[in-house]
């Protein structure tokens, strides 16, 4: 009854940048968190950003000066501004929201199906 759907990965430079989309829809009643979280081969999956309702906003140490998260409330969209990307940023990313839906009354996670971001020269 609820999608998180992302978009804006893809091939990139290293130096360059990419702008990250995730729209959720369906029976949503209100979002509180929302974050983004990666996972490269190998690699456990691990927390990106996190922006709160009233936006709020957590960075894990990668990419605390490079990147931006921000969100559409209205829309109920959050987005991450990727800058100076590295090959290290290589991963695959999800994003993921708490969202009370009209049926049932409590929040509860919802992850996107990810979308690849590849840096490389």
């Known amino acids: 009854q609820v999608q998180l759907v992302e978009s804006g990965g893809g091939l990139v430079q290293p130096g360059g940048s990419l702008r990250l989309s995730c729209a959720a829809s369906g029976s949503i009643f209100s979002i509180n968190a929302m974050a983004w979280y990666r996972q490269a081969p190998g690699k456990q999956r691990e927390l990106v950003a996190i922006?709160?309702?009233?936006?709020?906003?957590t960075y894990a140490d990668s990419g605390k000066a490079r990147f931006t998260i921000s969100r559409d409330n209205a829309n109920h969209t959050v987005y991450l501004q990727m800058n100076s990307l590295q090959p290290e940023d290589t991963a695959v990313y999800y994003c993921?929201?708490?969202?009370?839906?009209?049926?049932?009354?409590?929040?509860?996670?919802?992850w996107g199906q990810g979308t690849q971001v590849t840096v490389s020269s």
């Open positions: 993921n929201a708490n969202i009370k839906t009209r049926i049932s009354g409590l929040y509860y996670p919802f």
């Open positions: 922006i709160s309702s009233d936006s709020s906003t």
